[in-house]
């Protein structure tokens, strides 16, 4: 006698879910890594912001650039008569903070020629990214 055999086995089911779980975390994995490539991306954008006004900066205030506070970009960039510049401008009132953790400022060094803004946040790249200001 022939038996008329529906639906599946148990080992069967076993066997595509253990499939859909592989390529679940294949994806995953490629989802986290563009993540990261695009909050780095999104960080080396924002410093480039910041180092183009503070180019402006310097050329509204005398060839001088705004002065770190505590080793971190300023919280706004802000030309003033007061400081010496030329002009009263708000260059960039509110100074981008890290896409990952917003409480986290990048790094800047107004100390040695050239100055410069760095982040040590990068997570796709090993060594931290720097933007040098040109004047």
């Known amino acids: 006698m022939k038996k008329n055999k529906f639906g599946f086995t148990l080992l069967e089911m076993l066997v595509v879910i253990g499939i859909i779980a592989i390529l679940v975390s294949m994806g995953f994995v490629s989802y986290s890594s563009a993540q990261k490539k695009a909050r780095d991306a999104k960080r080396k954008l924002e410093m480039g912001a910041i180092r183009n006004a503070m180019e402006q900066y310097y050329s509204l205030c005398n060839s001088s650039y705004p002065v770190s506070n505590g080793g971190k970009v300023p919280g706004s960039i802000t030309a003033s008569t007061g400081d010496g510049c030329s002009a009263d401008n708000s260059i960039m009132a509110t100074v981008p903070t890290d896409p990952k953790t917003p409480t986290e400022e990048y790094n800047y060094d107004d100390t040695g020629p ?10 796709s790249e090993s060594n931290p990214y720097c933007v040098f200001l040109q004047q």
């Open 114 to 123: 050239p100055p410069s803004i760095c982040s040590t946040l990068m997570e």
